[in-house]
C-alpha cells in the first residue's frame, strides 16, 4: 500500500441554477488572456446538449482517455505511444477551434465613432482569431437552457447511447447544468499522452499540471484528455489546464470556481489513496464495476493501518486529519450519493457529482402529487426512466442501480428532514428503506443542504516549512526575480518568451499598468483623483487639488516626497 | 590554391555559423525555455495540415538520414561493406529523390496554407517569414543539387563536399574542396550554414525536442512540489535545512 493525497471536489447537481459565475470568475482569474480567448477550465453545461467543445463525450470520435487491449491491459484509447509518436506531425484527432467555438468581440468603437446616419450603429462581431467580421453561430454554452434543443440535443453522445427511442418531447423534457473543471484524476491520460512528460501530478496533493517550460506544443494531450479540459493556447504554442487554483490551495482557502459559487454546491477536501492500487482498479474489464473500483481505491482515513501508511509514506498529520474531516470521503464512500463523471473512460477522475433529483421532484409535482413524500419520489425514480439512464450514462457507465440509489437516498433525504422541520415525529422507517440511519441522514442533510463553509472546504493549507519553495507565499522578494520588476514586455522572440513570470509579478506589473498607463484606464479628458491611501502625507500630488488658473494639467507644483507617477485612479 | 574568399566562405563563416547554432541554442534554452516550443497552428486549420506537416516532416527526416549517410560516411567505408558506386548511387538518388519530393510538395502545401489561411497567416511572426525563405532556398537548392550532381552532369559529392563537411569537424580544413564544387553545392552549403545560424532563434529548435524519451518513461509522471514549485530555486544562503549541496 502506497498513500497518497488528492485534492477532490464534489459538486452537488441540484443546487447548480446554471448561472455561470464559476465560469467567468475562472476566467477573469486565469483564462483572460491572449490566445486563451476560447478557453473555459471551467464550464457549465446543460444537460442534455452537446457540452464544449461540440459532442466532446463521443469517444469513438475523439479517442480520449484509456481502453483495455486483447490481453485486457490499459492502452491509451488514441493508440499506443508509438502511434502517438508516429502522428506527431499533424495529431488527427485534436478538436478544431470550430469545435470549441470561435471567440470573437465587438467593435465598440462604432458606437461612438459612426457619423450621423439614419440608424442607430450597432456594434458588430469581430473575431479574435482572424480579426474579421463574422456572424456567430456558436459558442461555449449555445445551447443553454436547452436552447435550440431540438435541433442540437439529438446529437448529445450520452442521449443518443440512452435509447433510440427518446424522443425530444417537450412534455418529457428534462434538463439540468453539469459544471465541469479538471478532473485532476489518479490515473491521467492527458499527462500519459505528452510526449515530453510535461504533464504532471503533484505528489502532495495530485493536482494534475503542465510544466510550460517543458511543454512543447504536441498536442496530444488535447486528444489524451477524454474530457477535453486541456486546451492548446494558440498565442504561446503550449498546453494549459485547470490548475485547481493551486495557489489558492496551498494556502487553504477554495479554488475560484468554489468560492465564488452562488449556489455553494461545491466540496472540496482530501481524499487518501492506495496509488499501487490504481492501475488494477482502471484495469477492471467490465465497465460498469468501475465505480466500486474507483471507490475501492479510496482509503478509509479512520483505519488505524491507513494512518500508519499514510504517516510513513510523509504525509503531515494535519493532512491526515483533514482527510478525516474531508467532505469528499463523506459523500463519495460514507453516504454514497457522489459519482465520477465517466468513469467508463478509465481515468478515474477526481471530480465526483451528486446526480441531480430535481428533474424527478419537478416531474412529480407537476402531477399534483406530494413531491416531497418519499413513496412518490421512490416510484417516480423507478418510473422516469429517461432521466435515470441519461445519469447513469453520465455517472456509471449507464448502470441504473447506483444512480437510483443515490435518487433515493436523496429523496429519502427530503422527506425525513421535512418530518423534523415540521415538527413531525421522524419517520425512522424512510432512512432504513434506504440502508442508513437517521443520524446519517441527518448529518447528510447538514452538509448538502445547511453547507456551512468551513464544512464544504476541509483545505489543509501546505506546510509552512516547505512555504518558501511555495511561489505565492512572498518570503522572498518576489521582485528580486531575474529581470526583476521591470520585466514587463517580453524577449526577443515576441510575446510568449522568456522566462515565466511569477504571479505575484505579473500581478504587480499588471497593477502597476492599470494605475499608471495613458490609455482609456487613464483619460486624457478627465481629472484624475488621488488614491489618499498611497498618499504619504507630503506634497500635493497630481489632481489633490483642481488645476490652478493658467496651470496646465500634467504640470502640477510639486514638493519633496511626492512621487508624480503615485498611483492614481482616473475618475469614473 | 585557396583564395582569402574560399577562406572566408568556406572556413570562417561554417565556424561562424556553428558556434552560432551551439552557443545560441545554449543560450536559448536557459533563457528562453517557455518560447521553446514548435508554436502548432493546428488549432486553426486542420485540412491542409494533415497532409502538408507529415509530408514535410517524414520527408526532411528521410532527407536528413540521406545526409548522415552522405556527407558523415566516407566513401571507403561504404566501399568496404560492398556497396558500390554503382549501387549507392541508385539508392541515393532514389531514395532522395522521393524524400525529396514529399519534402517539397508538402513544403509548397505548408507555405500555400501559411498565406491563404488568415488565422494561420496573422499568427505567422517575420522570423517565420525569413525562416520559411531560408529553408525553402536551402531545400530547392538541395533538389536543385541532385539534378546537377546526376543527371546535367555529373559531380561525386562524396569526393569534395563530405570531404569539406567532415573536415569542419575533425579540424582538417579542406575549403578548395568547396572552391572547386558546382555552384549550386556552393550554395546549398552556404545557405544550409545561414540556417544553422539562423535555427537557435527560429521555432526550428523543436527539432531538439524529437520526444524519444516518450517510449521508455513511465506513463504517469509525478513530481513533488518542493523542488520545482516557483520555477526558481532558493536564493544563496537561503537553502532549508538539509537541502543538499548544489554543485
Avoid at chain 1, 184 to 191: D, F, R
Avoid at chain 1, 293 to 298: F, G, K, N
Avoid at chain 2, 156 to 176: I, K, Q, T
Wanted: proline share 7%; aromatic share 10%; charged share 20%.
Amino acid at each position: 500500500m502506497r498513500v497518497m493525497a488528492q485534492m477532490a471536489m464534489v459538486m452537488n447537481l441540484d443546487k447548480c441554477i446554471g448561472c455561470h459565475t464559476c465560469s467567468v470568475t475562472c476566467k477573469q482569474t486565469w483564462t483572460n488572456r491572449s490566445g486563451m480567448e476560447y478557453v473555459w477550465f471551467n464550464n457549465v453545461e446543460t444537460r442534455p446538449g452537446q457540452g464544449y467543445p461540440r459532442t466532446y463525450e463521443d469517444q469513438e470520435r475523439w479517442q480520449g482517455g484509456w481502453t483495455l487491449n486483447k490481453r485486457g491491459r490499459l492502452k491509451l484509447k488514441a493508440g499506443n505511444r508509438l502511434k502517438n509518436l508516429m502522428t506527431i506531425f499533424s495529431s488527427p484527432k485534436m478538436p478544431s477551434i470550430q469545435d470549441y467555438y470561435e471567440p470573437w468581440t465587438y467593435d465598440y468603437e462604432t458606437l461612438t465613432n459612426a457619423p450621423l446616419q439614419e440608424h442607430t450603429p450597432v456594434a458588430r462581431p469581430k473575431s479574435l482569431i482572424t480579426g474579421k467580421e463574422m456572424s456567430i453561430s456558436w459558442s461555449a454554452n449555445w445551447d443553454d437552457d436547452l436552447a435550440g434543443s431540438t435541433e442540437l440535443a439529438p446529437s448529445d453522445p450520452v442521449l443518443q447511447k440512452v435509447s433510440d427511442k427518446v424522443k425530444l418531447e417537450f412534455e418529457q423534457t428534462f434538463m439540468f447544468y453539469l459544471p465541469r473543471i479538471c478532473e485532476h484524476c489518479l490515473n491521467p491520460s492527458c499527462a500519459a499522452s505528452c510526449p515530453s512528460g510535461a504533464i504532471y501530478k503533484r505528489s502532495e496533493d495530485g493536482i494534475v499540471l503542465v510544466d510550460q517550460d517543458t511543454c512543447r506544443g504536441w498536442r496530444k494531450c488535447v486528444t489524451g484528455c477524454p474530457y477535453k479540459k486541456i486546451y492548446f493556447n494558440h498565442r504561446t504554442g503550449k498546453a494549459e489546464k485547470c490548475t485547481f487554483c493551486f495557489p489558492r490551495i496551498e494556502v487553504g482557502l477554495p479554488t475560484v470556481c468554489a468560492e465564488t459559487c452562488v449556489g455553494r454546491l461545491r466540496y472540496i477536501g482530501l481524499v487518501l489513496y492506495d496509488a499501487d492500487a490504481v492501475l488494477e482498479a482502471a484495469s477492471v474489464e467490465d465497465d460498469r464495476k468501475l465505480l466500486d473500483a474507483q471507490r475501492s481505491v479510496l482509503l478509509d482515513p479512520d483505519d488505524p493501518e491507513v494512518i500508519r501508511e499514510a504517516e510513513r509514506s510523509g504525509i503531515p498529520r494535519d493532512w491526515i486529519e483533514a482527510a478525516q474531516r474531508s467532505p469528499i470521503w463523506s459523500l463519495i464512500n460514507r453516504y454514497e450519493v457522489a459519482l465520477p463523471l465517466h468513469p467508463e473512460y478509465r481515468t478515474m477522475p477526481m471530480v465526483w457529482y451528486i446526480p441531480p433529483l430535481s428533474p424527478v421532484v419537478d416531474a412529480v409535482s407537476e402531477t399534483g402529487e406530494d413531491a416531497e413524500n418519499s413513496g412518490n419520489l421512490f416510484a417516480a425514480i423507478e418510473h422516469l426512466r429517461i432521466p435515470v439512464e441519461y445519469l447513469a450514462e453520465l455517472f456509471t457507465a449507464g448502470d441504473t442501480a447506483p444512480v437510483t440509489a443515490v435518487l433515493k437516498r436523496l429523496a429519502a433525504m427530503r422527506s425525513y428532514m421535512r418530518d423534523i422541520n415540521l415538527g413531525r415525529e421522524p419517520d425512522e422507517s424512510i432512512p432504513a428503506s434506504v440502508g442508513m440511519e437517521g443520524e446519517q441522514v441527518y448529518d447528510m442533510y447538514r452538509l448538502l443542504a445547511l453547507a456551512k463553509y468551513e464544512e464544504r472546504y476541509v483545505i489543509p493549507p501546505a506546510h509552512a516549512e516547505q512555504a518558501h519553495g511555495l511561489e505565492e507565499l512572498a518570503t522572498e522578494c518576489s521582485l528580486d526575480y531575474e529581470g526583476g520588476p521591470g520585466m514587463g514586455g517580453w524577449g526577443p522572440f515576441g510575446e510568449g518568451s522568456g522566462g515565466t513570470t511569477p504571479i505575484a509579478v505579473e500581478n504587480f506589473q499588471a497593477l502597476k499598468q492599470r494605475q499608471t498607463t495613458n490609455t482609456l484606464a487613464d483619460p486624457e479628458d478627465k481629472e484624475k483623483r488621488v488614491n489618499l491611501l498611497n498618499w504619504d502625507g507630503k506634497g500635493r500630488p497630481e489632481g489633490l487639488f483642481p488645476p490652478a488658473p493658467g496651470n496646465e494639467r500634467g504640470a502640477p507644483e510639486r514638493m519633496d516626497g511626492t512621487d508624480p507617477g503615485g498611483e492614481t485612479d482616473p475618475k469614473p | 590554391m585557396t583564395t582569402t574568399l574560399d577562406l572566408v566562405l568556406w572556413v570562417v563563416v561554417p565556424y561562424a555559423c556553428l558556434a552560432v547554432f551551439a552557443v545560441g541554442h545554449y543560450w536559448r534554452y536557459r533563457y528562453d525555455k517557455f518560447g521553446w516550443t514548435t508554436l502548432s497552428s493546428q488549432l486553426y486549420e486542420s485540412r491542409l495540415l494533415r497532409w502538408g506537416s507529415p509530408l514535410f516532416h517524414f520527408g526532411i527526416l528521410a532527407v536528413f538520414l540521406g545526409h548522415v549517410m552522405g556527407l558523415g560516411i566516407p566513401k571507403s567505408w561504404t566501399a568496404a561493406v560492398g556497396v558500390s558506386e554503382a549501387l549507392y548511387h541508385v539508392m541515393a538518388v532514389g531514395v532522395g529523390a522521393v524524400a525529396g519530393f514529399c519534402t517539397v510538395v508538402g513544403m509548397a502545401i505548408l507555405i500555400y496554407r501559411r498565406r491563404t489561411v488568415g488565422p494561420v497567416f496573422s499568427a505567422t511572426t517575420r522570423m517565420d517569414k525569413l525562416m520559411y525563405l531560408v529553408l525553402a532556398i536551402v531545400i530547392l537548392l538541395g533538389l536543385a543539387n541532385t539534378v546537377v550532381g546526376n543527371i546535367v552532369g555529373h559531380y561525386d559529392y562524396r569526393e569534395g563536399v563530405s570531404v569539406w563537411f567532415r573536415g569542419v569537424f575533425l579540424f582538417d580544413l579542406h575549403p578548395a574542396l568547396m572552391a572547386e564544387a558546382p555552384f549550386t553545392f556552393q550554395a546549398h552549403g552556404l545557405t544550409a550554414m545561414l540556417l544553422f545560424a539562423l535555427w537557435p532563434f527560429t521555432r526550428l529548435v523543436h527539432v531538439f525536442s524529437v520526444p524519444v524519451g516518450y517510449l521508455w518513461r513511465p506513463y504517469i509522471v509525478y513530481r513533488s512540489r518542493e523542488d520545482r514549485l516557483g520555477g526558481q530555486a532558493p536564493r544563496r544562503g537561503w537553502d532549508r535545512v538539509g537541502a543538499r549541496y548544489r554543485r
